[in-house]
């Protein structure tokens, strides 16, 4: 009865490990290098430890993680990698948590309680797995994983050039779920702890930004938050969800943008900085379009409807510090029913009172899920929604309700962005709004997916408008002509930043005009999104 125990607790431990696996191979994703190299190490540490108690323990990371894991690879089609470990250390507990449902939640406890009382019952078995004959197994065995450690390394060394390549190739060999998380965990700690280190470097930075100013400016860099291009009436959506955007005639809408990344802390760094797209890693030497601004002269601010993690603590923290001032007006998580987006419509209006040119960065909630807790109830136009209560966004039974939600968040951004158009125009100065969305949303149009960080168009075709006062159209007709003339082209929301600068006229050095909308012929580029996707061959 001992030995049939035994038996039964190693093959519960190898199961749970390898149900990512089992999933990902169910998917697609065959990684046989990564599954053959988790086998060797797991029955390596097997045999060595020859205790099923210690063996229990030394498996714990991965039994508790594996559950999780495999949550993510079921209902995002794909791994994990180092930046969604990235999102999790830079988030707090309830906004984790608000991406499962209730029973999915209960589920994950009830198998916490169920591995501690397997844990403890297997406590009091002090004998050996093995019998001493085979123990001699113990030498083959960490002969083959030495052998395995070395294939690794020299398929790592074919693709990684340099040390900080190292983890970035261990990443992508990782796929598998034993060996892979260890290195993604790395990678991801490595990432945050060299965020403080940049910071020093960022501070001796200069951009060396000069203007030539001519009258009071103010220029408004809205970032829209999981905007999808095509629930946009402005860009041929059947519902109204733009009835105020619709009456301003100088709203250019422009058709073909993506979005690189669809993950909040990778794609706005490609928007207000100059980094790289299809650089993997979010980190980047150089400062925002926030510093360009004000070194030009201009008082800067960063207003954020979003949740401040800290200072230094996230990446996208980092660059709203570089901002004159800077006020996150939302202290409550994801999951819950926090200030709507007009609070940072009446923080610039407050801004606006005074005298001086100005560079605002307003970063909205938008069309964050929960989609019901981002607008007020006169907005709830689209039902049935499920105004007021939880809607699970991973259950397709609740596709109607989601979609009618998420169609009154575009409507409530509407109204948004019309109001702080409102408020410029009144300055009777040359001013300008860019809006630009982080990312798109999934909402089973493919009858299986729904959310973001997917691998498809909805998460990546996003809207972009640019909006210029009459004052300022008169004194940039030109370049403003040519950003009309471009509205069908193929670019990306990175083009951002130095299209600000160019309208702004704003020289920096290294400048490249190329990538400005306002352009007469902007660059033109391969769109790859998440680092290594061609948007254009995505459905």
């Known amino acids: ?86 999102v999790l250390l830079e988030t707090n507990l309830r906004e984790i948590l608000e991406l499962s449902s209730y029973k999915e ?4 406890i009830l198998y916490l309680l169920f591995l501690l009382i397997k844990i403890s019952s297997n406590l009091c078995y002090k004998s050996n797995l093995l019998n001493k004959e085979i123990v001699k197994a113990k030498v083959s065995s960490i002969g083959l994983s030495v052998l395995t450690i ?28 034993l060996v892979g998380t260890v290195a993604k965990v790395i990678s991801a700690y490595k990432e945050l702890n060299q965020i403080s280190k940049l910071n020093e470097y960022k501070s001796t930075f200069s951009f060396n930004a000069q203007k030539d100013f001519q009258g009071e400016e103010v220029h408004v860099l809205m970032i829209g938050e999981t905007s999808r291009f095509d629930r946009w009436h402005l860009n041929g959506y059947k519902r109204e969800t733009n009835p105020l955007l619709e009456t301003i005639d100088e709203i250019i809408s422009f058709q073909d943008i993506n979005s690189n990344w669809s993950l909040t802390r990778n794609s706005v ?15 980047f030497n150089e400062k925002s379009i926030i510093s360009a601004f004000t070194e030009a002269g201009f008082k800067s601010y960063w207003l954020s409807n979003q949740s401040y993690i800290g200072e230094h603590d996230s990446i996208i923290s980092t660059y709203a510090s570089e901002a004159s001032e800077k006020s996150f007006i939302n202290t409550s998580p994801y999951n819950t029913s926090s200030k709507y987006d007009i609070e940072l419509v009446t923080k610039l209006s407050e801004i606006l009172k005074s005298n001086g040119s100005k560079f605002i960065v307003m970063h909205l909630l938008g069309s964050h899920h929960d989609y019901n807790d981002r607008y007020p109830e006169q907005f709830n136009v689209y039902s049935p929604s499920n105004y007021g209560n939880k809607t699970n966004l991973y259950d397709i039974r609740n596709i109607n309700k989601l979609n009618n939600a998420y169609d009154n968040t575009i409507l409530y951004t509407d109204f948004i962005i019309y109001k702080t158009i409102k408020l410029l125009e009144e300055l009777n100065i040359k001013s300008s709004i860019t809006y630009a969305s982080d990312h798109g949303e999934s909402l089973f149009d493919d009858g299986i997916s729904s959310g973001h960080g997917l691998i498809n168009k909805k998460n990546f ?72 996707y061609s948007y254009d061959n995505l459905e």
């Open 269 to 283: 760094p490609t928007i207000i900085t100059r980094k790289n797209p299809q650089n993997e890693t979010v980190l």
């Open 461 to 532: 075709h996003v809207p972009l408008f640019l909006w210029h006062s009459k004052k300022l159209i008169k004194y940039k007709s030109k370049k403003i002509s040519n950003a009309k003339k471009n509205v069908k082209k193929p670019l990306t929301n990175s083009f951002v930043f130095q299209s600000l600068l160019d309208i702004a006229n704003i020289k920096i050095d290294n400048e490249d005009k190329n990538f400005s909308y306002y352009h007469m012929e902007p660059k033109s580029i391969t769109r790859i999104v998440q680092g290594q």
């Open 105 to 108: 939640l209960l589920l994950y």
């Open 150 to 177: 070395i294939c690794l390394l020299l398929e790592i060394n074919v693709h990684a050039s340099s040390t900080d390549n190292f983890l970035k190739s261990t990443s992508k060999f990782g796929e598998s779920f």
């Open 1 to 86: 009865m001992e030995e049939k125990n035994k038996v039964l607790n190693i093959a519960f431990i190898y199961l749970i490990i390898f149900i990512p696996d089992i999933l990902l191979m169910y998917l697609g994703h065959v990684n046989l290098t990564g599954i053959v190299a988790s086998l060797t190490f797991l029955t390596t540490a097997l045999i060595i430890i020859n205790r099923i108690s210690w063996f229990y323990i030394t498996a714990l990371p991965w039994l508790l993680i594996s559950p999780l894991e495999s949550w993510y690879v079921w209902h995002f089609q794909t791994p994990s990698n180092e930046h969604i470990i990235g």
